[in-house]
């Protein structure tokens, strides 16, 4: 179960393409593709630094202060988890 001091680790062939409305993960490997809105591409560059998700959520709460942190970590957890179910990064507890 993933918690607020995992790790969190980008698999290393993932594409990152930036368009207007968010951004599309690529895998080349599994041919995997995702969609990311606004505040998924932020997460997603701060997974690039393997971040933790209490440190994701530290960021995240900066920039939406309008969202409550609990609900910002469950949001995190939920996002953080189907990526990995869908392979493009994997997290360490």
């Given at each position: 179960m993933l918690n607020e001091k995992g790790r969190i680790?980008?698999?290393?062939d993932?594409?990152?393409?930036?368009?207007?409305?968010?951004a599309f993960l690529f895998d080349p490997n599994s041919g995997r593709i995702c969609?990311?809105?606004?505040?998924?591409?932020?997460v997603w560059r701060l997974c690039?630094?393997?971040k933790?998700?209490?440190?994701?959520?530290?960021?995240i709460c900066s920039n939406y202060p309008e969202i409550s942190r609990e609900q910002l970590f469950q949001d995190c957890v939920q996002?953080?988890?189907e990526l990995e179910r869908l392979e493009f990064l994997?997290?360490?507890v």
């Open positions: 680790h980008i698999k290393e993932v594409v990152l393409r930036e368009e207007e409305d968010g969609h990311l809105n606004e505040i998924g591409t932020v690039q630094k393997s933790t998700p209490e440190q994701l959520v530290d960021h996002f953080l988890t994997s997290i360490s």
